[in-house]
Structures are given as C-alpha cells and as structure tokens.
C-alpha cells in the first residue's frame, strides 16, 4: 500500500482536467481550453514520471497498490497497482496525450473546447486500462475508451467519418461483449473480481480454452490482427491526426498487453494450445498488410496497414513463448508507439497546409521543407528497422523469438522486414525527391515551432532506444521473465530458450 494515491492521482488528474474545462471554459474561448489541456496533461505525464522514480526494478510484484472494498455486496474492489510491463504502458499515454493537444491546436479549428474534453477523458481511460487490478474496473475503464475516441473520429474526422466511427465502435463493441462473457464466467469460477489472484489459477481446461477464445476476440480486434483488422484503416484516414496518435500509439498496444496480462498469465495452457493460430494469422497478417500498403495511394492508409504489420510482430513475439520473443513484442510495442506516432504526425504537418493525403500531390518537398523531410527520413528509417533506431532493437528480437521457436516463423516475418522497407522508401521517394513542380508545394513553409515541439520527444526515445535500450529494458525485463518462468512452468514447455525448434528449410 502507498501512501499516496499516485495511480490514482495519474488516473483521474485528467479526467477532472475536462470537467474544469466543461464547467469553467466558455463555448468559444478556445485559447482557454487549449492550454488547460495541454497544463493538465503536463501535470499527468509529471505525476507519471514520479510513479516512474517510485518504481522498483528489483521486484516482478505488483508496486504501488491502492485497494479498498468498492462493492461489497459483489466483492468488488477498488485495486489498483502496476508492475514492469503496465508501467511503461502508462508512461506513453502521459507522453503521447500533450504531444496530440499541440497536433490539435493546429489543427482542430471546430468545437475546440470539447476537442480538449475527449482528449482528456480519453487519456484517463487508458490510464485506468494499464493500473487497474480489479476485473469489474478494468472493463468499464476499456469500454470507456470507446465513447470518446468514437466522438473523436465521428465528428472530427474526414468526409467519411461517420461510417468509420461506427465500424470502429462496432468492431471492438462486439469483441468486448465476449470478453464480458468470459470475466463473468472468470469471476464466478474464481469468487472474485481482483485479477491478482486469477494469474495462477488453474481454470479447467475445457473452460480455459473458452475463456482464451473469448479474450481473444477482443484482443485480436484491437491489436489488430488479421482479419479483425479492416477497421483500422478506416479509423486512421477519417480520424484527426490527434486521434489517428492516440490509436497507433496507445489504443493497439491494449491488445498487446491483454495477452499478456490475461491471456499468457491466467489461461496459459489455453494460449500454449491456440499458439499456432495466433502465430499463424500474424504471419499472414504480416505480409498481406505489407503488401497491401504497397498498392496504397493515400499515404496516411499507408501507415495504417504498415502498423497492422508493424502489430504482428508483437503477437508473433509474445506467442513463441521464449524470452527473446517476450522481449522483442515489448520492445516493438515501445518503438511502434514513437514510430508510428510520429509518422502520423507527419502526415498531419501536411494535411493542415494543403488537405490532402494522395502521394501524388506531393513530391520534391526536400527542397523547400528539408527540415520536415529530415524528420520523416529519421522516423520512415525506424519503421524499417535500421540499426541504431528504436525500430531495430524491437523487431530483431521478436524475429530471434520467432526463429527458436521454428525457423520458418523467423523467415516469413523476415520477408515482412523487407516489404517494410519496400513501401517505406518508396513513399519517400514520391514524397521527397524528383522535381518540386507544383505551386502549392513550393509555397508550404517548412517545420514552425509548435511542430518542432511535437517531434522532439519522440526522436529522441527512437534514438535512445535504438542506442541503449537497456535503460527500458530493465524495468520490465525482471517481470516478463517471471511471467515467462511461470508459464513455463505450468505448461511443461521449457525447451524453447535452449535451442532451434522446427526443421531448417
């Protein structure tokens, strides 16, 4: 127990950043409401680095727990606690959230006070998503997701918003309503909504492989995996760029980590079963989003399917159940978080100057926008993994995991890599090179200040990672070993860490 309240605090800062907002903030004062936000959500990410310098490294126990009975007629509890692989999920929200309400300041110019209002709530709700510790809170946290990213991309986003909103809400809805089955059946088979003490629980195992199927589900959806994933590219395109970050950058990684957090620690011989399904479809959904994006003429669907791609690294990683593998899904959660960020953003920086993203608007910007074209070339070149950026670290690992687990895993998702590069270079190439031949993309002004702002963070953890990953590594290393140690243990399969498993082609 703390002291101090401080997952709460980092929790619901936010969220009574937008009732100040709501309450105080007149309809048309936008100014107001922007730097309210963008104050709140500095406060959030200082209060997050705090949680972060109370974090013990030596520990793969729950840290910082917050418990008091809520509902007692239920045996609900109010619990909340954070351990070496959340913390970091908390850390990039807290990041993310004032880098998009600088996105939105240039570019949000209708209903700006609640613009403001849905980013915070929205960054309270992941925030709850990754620290809570009670089953009954966590799902109400993970379905509050949904109201305000769907009023983000519905009355925000493109010409076709409304029916991109609605296939997100729809998609993740119906997965959740299974994953509500399943917390249910959880719940009265174990007496108690606290997931603490399901992690280790020895469900029956026709029950287990239920209960996997359903979390599944829902975890596949917003991961998302092949073939759950064709809401995606529809809610990057239509969403603002604010919401668009928020998607790559939190909302994917909660796929990601339910699997591990549920799925690997409370069903694992369930998830030692359905591993070669789960293996499967992420390399098939590898190179089929590869090579879709390569036939893509709107840059910002391009980046959609690339992070679909970029997604199935993780599930390939997490799902080979070796060391290598766990640590390579967490490291390309990290990377894809920055990378896939930033890109968006670099979309963005174009859309709010000529509002369009068909590549072939573009071309040549190299020569009046080299600042701009250095950033995108520093962030395309993480996506495709050279050595040095955040993108390497994550997916050479994930590879290695894959290739001990049976070297034809590790040769396809190797294909991926090069199809990554593929597209990647090739929209540079469209976008930066050749002959600046158009008026309107001469006349674009190059990176402004705000811009500069935005980016400089998430360069910066791109090259930290890339060059001493070690420094993120050794906060969630101690935890996902154990949780790998304990699977192990549970599922007799201790032979993968030692040697190539499958035969060499």
Not at 309 to 335: K, P, R, W
Request: aromatic content about 14%.
């Amino acid at each position: 127990m703390t002291s101090f309240p401080i997952l709460s605090a980092v929790t619901f800062v936010p969220l009574l950043g937008a009732l100040l907002i709501a309450l105080f903030v007149g309809k048309d004062n936008n100014k107001l409401a922007q730097n309210i936000a963008l104050f709140i959500s500095l406060v959030t990410f200082a209060l997050s680095c705090w949680m972060l310098q109370q974090f013990d490294v030596a520990q793969t126990a729950f840290q910082l727990v917050e418990r008091f009975v809520w509902i007692p007629t239920f045996n609900i509890a109010y619990i909340k606690g954070i351990d070496g692989i959340s913390v970091w999920f908390v850390m990039i929200s807290t990041l993310l959230t004032p880098i998009c309400i600088l996105s939105g300041i240039g570019g949000v110019h209708k209903r700006v006070k609640e613009f403001m209002i849905a980013l915070l709530v929205l960054e309270s709700m992941m925030i709850g998503v990754f620290t809570t510790l009670d089953f009954v809170l966590f799902y109400l946290f993970f379905e509050g997701i949904l109201i305000p990213m769907f009023l983000i991309i519905g009355i925000w986003g493109g010409e076709k918003r409304t029916y991109a909103a609605y296939k997100f809400f729809l998609y993740t809805f119906l997965g959740s309503v299974l994953m509500l089955v399943a917390i249910f059946a959880m719940v009265i088979q174990v007496g108690t909504t606290d997931m603490t003490a399901m992690i280790g629980y020895k469900f029956p195992p026709q029950m287990a492989m239920w209960l996997f199927l359903a979390f599944f589900a829902s975890f596949a959806v917003k991961t998302p995996m092949f073939p759950f994933h064709t809401w995606l590219p529809y809610a990057h395109v239509e969403a603002p760029t604010a919401g668009s970050v928020i998607l790559a950058g939190v909302l994917l990684k909660m796929g990601g980590y339910g699997f591990i957090r549920i799925a690997i620690q409370m069903l694992p011989q369930a998830s030692h079963t359905f591993a070669p399904l789960v293996i499967g479809l992420s390399l098939i959904g590898i190179i089929y989003t590869s090579l879709v994006a390569l036939a893509q003429t709107d840059m910002k669907k391009l980046i959609a399917y690339s992070s679909v791609a970029h997604m199935g690294y993780v599930t390939l990683g997490i799902f080979s159940f070796n060391e290598q593998g766990f640590d390579g899904a967490m490291m390309v959660m990290l990377s894809h978080t920055f990378v896939a960020a930033a890109l968006f953003l670099c979309v963005g920086v174009v859309y709010d100057r000529m509002h369009t993203r068909e590549i072939a608007r573009y071309g040549g910007m190299a020569t009046n926008m080299p600042k701009y074209a250095l950033v995108f070339m520093l962030f395309m070149l993480a996506s495709v993994g050279l050595p040095g950026t955040s993108g390497f670290v994550g997916e050479f690992l994930a590879m290695q995991g894959a290739f001990l687990a049976n070297s034809w895993y590790g040769l396809i998702a190797a294909l991926g890599m090069v199809l990554g590069a593929a597209y990647m270079l090739w929209l540079y190439r469209r976008l930066f090179y050749g002959t600046l031949d158009k008026d309107d993309v001469r006349a674009m002004p190059d990176l402004n200040a705000r811009e500069i702002t935005m980016f400089a963070p998430l360069l910066i953890l791109v090259l930290w990672i890339g060059i001493h990953p070690s420094t993120f590594r050794s906060i969630y290393a101690p935890t996902l070993e154990k949780a790998l140690s304990d699977f192990q243990v549970q599922t007799g399969d201790q032979s993968q860490n030692a040697q190539f498993q499958g035969d060499t082609p």
